[in-house]
């Protein structure tokens, strides 16, 4: 059997769609011939919140775990100077004092082995002073974990990959001009010797290939973990309330407040009506609990906000639903929505062609698009296995929750006839990956 020593910095028990990619390639890939190794850091849900990426671990010490899936190594984590600034006096504080801190390590860590994440380097180095693997995975972001695999492939002679959750210097959020030129020729200089690297999509791949041309690309689809969902199968709609849910990040170009706006207003004219709305682990709780206090009194009532939970507790709530709000990312694909198409909700996706959420993508929108590729991945997603309503504007909006409530209140429930969402299970995008290792040795 071969084996592959996978450095993944967010896994289980840390709550985030990235740490499910990794996860389920723990978890399937001994099934198709391939032992996996995970090398991450140590989580601990201690705040369930964005703090719990820089708490310092419980322990200082490595910690293995062998299981019938293969091995996990969990490496101690220490946060760096400029993250106990901000654990010992909070986001608004010292706030130059930590960005400097912070460029320094961002820089530094990719030319020599330095920084918070280090640990991850030093276990895996241990690791393969004693066992052979065939193949060494780096999983980014964080993309210093391909500057790790690049030594230690050097180091051990064996061969590494790289694999892309999302773009590198494409990404708005790093920067322009001179940053991104530095981070450009990171990026060459990083993935010099990598054998083969792995990423999502087509679209990702001629991203990448602005900057990085003559290494092989495949492509591992994100998915839905199929234990998960089977899970909860037997969850059904709840019939009560027409109960409306949202997980996961919420972006600066997504027009949630034109969303909760319309149902402000459509709530207003339809007082008799009995609806909510949840969100679930989002990144701006408070912003969105102001908002919600200070302009949509008419639902103020009916939104709720939880901290990060456990995938497996999520998608149980989740199933009880009676719809699933999705905001359109165009390029980009994403995660969520496999979770969505697997839990056999109704998907409403907004907006295909918004005037204020075209605003906002061209403000906000941090991927740099291309001709060639198309802007309504998501949508047409839906579309093939039938899932959901692609909300074209917010008017639209409001002629869609017409029509739901009426079904809502003659059915109990809203139905969704999709078919054919069981192709983008993770079982089978990890057999996909088994298949590239085994040719790759």
């Not at 780096?138 to 959750?165: C, D």
């Not at 102001?290 to 009194?297: A, G, K, L, N």
């Amino acid at each position: 059997m071969k084996k592959v020593l996978i450095l993944a910095y967010d896994f289980p028990p840390y709550v985030s769609v990235g740490a499910q990619r990794p996860y389920s390639w723990y978890l399937y890939l001994k099934e198709f011939g391939v032992e996996p190794i995970v090398v991450t850091r140590q989580w601990s849900n201690k705040h369930g919140n964005a703090l719990d990426y820089i708490e310092a671990s419980e322990s200082a010490e490595t910690i293995v775990e062998e299981t019938e899936y293969g091995t996990i190594i969990r490496a101690p984590y220490f946060p760096s100077l400029a993250n106990k600034i901000f654990l010992a006096y909070g986001e608004h504080r010292f706030n130059f004092i930590r960005k400097l801190i912070t460029a320094y390590y961002e820089i530094l860590q990719y030319f020599m082995v330095f920084g918070p994440k280090k640990e991850l380097y030093f276990a895996a180095k241990e690791y393969l002073k004693k066992n052979r693997v065939d193949v060494i995975l780096a999983s980014g972001e964080p993309f210093v974990l391909f500057y790790f695999a690049q030594k230690l492939s050097k180091e051990f002679h064996t061969p590494w990959v790289a694999e892309y959750r999302d773009p590198w210097i494409q990404n708005k959020s790093r920067g322009k001009g001179l940053l991104k030129s530095l981070n450009a020729f990171i990026e060459k200089r990083t993935l010099k010797g990598a054998a083969s690297a792995i990423t999502v999509s087509q679209f990702c791949i001629q991203q990448i290939q602005e900057n990085i041309v003559n290494l092989p690309f495949h492509i591992v689809m994100n998915g839905y973990n199929p234990e998960m969902i089977n899970a909860v199968a037997a969850v059904k709609q709840k019939k009560d309330i027409l109960r409306i849910g949202f997980a996961g990040t919420i972006y600066s170009w997504h027009p949630w407040k034109s969303f909760l706006r319309v149902l402000n207003r459509w709530k207003k004219n339809n007082p008799e009506s009995n609806l909510e709305v949840h969100f679930f682990g989002i990144n701006i709780a408070d912003e969105l609990i102001t908002f919600v206090e200070s302009e949509i009194p008419f639902i103020q009532s009916a939104i709720f906000v939880y901290p990060r939970m456990p995938n497996l507790d999520l998608m149980r709530v989740l199933k009880e639903f009676n719809l699933l709000l999705l905001f359109n990312d165009y390029s980009f694909l994403g995660t969520k929505i496999f979770d969505y198409l697997a839990l056999q909700r109704q998907i409403l996706m907004c907006y295909e062609a918004d005037e204020e959420a075209v605003i906002l993508k061209r403000k906000y929108y941090s991927v740099e698009e291309s001709s060639y590729c198309s802007k309504r991945l998501q949508a047409e997603t839906i579309e093939a296995v039938n899932s959901g309503i692609i909300v074209k504007d917010s008017e639209h909006l409001y002629e869609v929750f017409d029509k739901l409530w009426e079904e809502f209140i003659r059915n109990g429930e809203i139905a969704c006839n999709s078919t054919g969402a069981e192709k983008y299970s993770r079982k089978i995008q990890a057999e996909k990956l088994a298949q590239i290792i085994q040719e790759l040795v």
